[in-house]
């Protein structure tokens, strides 16, 4: 009896995690598994059918300088879009976790990029980016500060784009920290408020050891996020642009090779580089963490 008790609620449990199981063999496992072998094959001409090349695609790949500098473009935008991020979502959702008059509308209001389609967004930003017409230059030329071409310029390019990054994510974060703001009991703060402890030094010794959790979860998906950036990047910048080597992204590179020049293989391999970066990084984050998460 006991056994059948056992073995049905081993059965329960399968059956409640098996739409996630089937989801990420579907969606993720599998795809990484024909990514793998496509890295180990190349398209024949006209992109039809697939020809066993080994190594070759991997020796191409050390020895391609767009590769590399796709890589750094890569690294840049996420070294400047997530820390902004969680920085600027962590102020806003302790602002609106306060008593303040119409904060449902404000929340709503700063999540509402993230339900908006990308493609309408950046369509949005390259009007705002317009040298010759955009609303940003102008509101510039009435402080007597002259045309910034935001787009074409190799220096600022990818800042711009980052910005747009920044704009777009910032609301789903400010959700998760603000999630993870009401979970923390107000029997701390109470506490502190009497021991004469002020906002900025609650905010250091209770709010951000208590938030750091979900502060850890919001970087990791973060970066994971900003490393496959690609719509931006491919909606602002063209191939023939001045800023194209500035800005071209690792997926943006993927996309280039394995839909317009019909190299699945090589795309396939940068892909590979890609999943290899963001394994690493993220292995990093899970062994740093266990000096500044602290669980409960």
Do not use: C
């Not at 990514?35 to 391609?64: C, H």
């Not at 949005?124 to 009435?142: A, D, E, F, K, S």
């Not at 071209?248 to 699945?264: A, Q, W």
């Amino acid at each position: 009896m006991h056994k059948k008790k056992k073995r049905d609620q081993l059965l329960w449990g399968l059956g409640m995690v098996a739409p996630t199981i089937i989801g990420l063999l579907i969606l993720n496992i599998i795809p990484i598994i024909q990514t793998l072998k496509m890295s180990f094959y190349r398209s024949g001409d006209f992109g039809k059918g697939e020809i066993f090349v080994g190594l070759s695609n991997y020796q191409k790949l050390f020895a391609d300088p767009e590769v590399w500098q796709a890589t750094w473009n890569t690294i840049r935008y996420t070294i400047v879009v997530v820390p902004a991020t969680v920085v600027f979502a962590t102020i806003l959702a302790v602002l609106l976790n306060s008593k303040i008059k119409g904060k449902h509308i404000y929340r709503t209001i700063y999540f509402l990029p993230m339900v908006a389609a990308p493609a309408a967004v950046t369509m949005v930003w390259r009007w705002l980016y317009n040298t010759n017409y955009g609303l940003i230059n102008y509101i510039l030329g009435q402080f007597g500060i002259g045309k910034v071409n935001w787009i074409e310029n190799p220096s600022i390019a990818l800042y711009s784009i980052a910005i747009i990054g920044i704009w777009s994510s910032v609301g789903y974060a400010m959700i998760l920290i603000l999630a993870g703001l009401q979970e923390i009991p107000k029997d701390y703060y109470e506490s502190a408020t009497i021991d004469g402890a002020s906002g900025i030094k609650q905010f250091f010794y209770i709010t951000l050891p208590m938030l750091s959790p979900t502060l850890f979860f919001v970087v990791v998906t973060s970066v994971i996020s900003a490393m496959q950036v690609f719509d931006g990047i491919y909606m602002m910048v063209s191939n023939t642009s001045p800023a194209y080597q500035k800005t071209v992204s690792l997926v943006y590179l993927f996309y280039n090779n394995s839909f317009k020049y019909s190299d699945k293989g090589y795309g396939s391999t940068i892909i590979m580089l890609l999943l290899l970066i963001i394994m690493m990084i993220t292995f990093v984050q899970m062994k740093v963490q266990k000096r500044w998460v602290h669980y409960r």
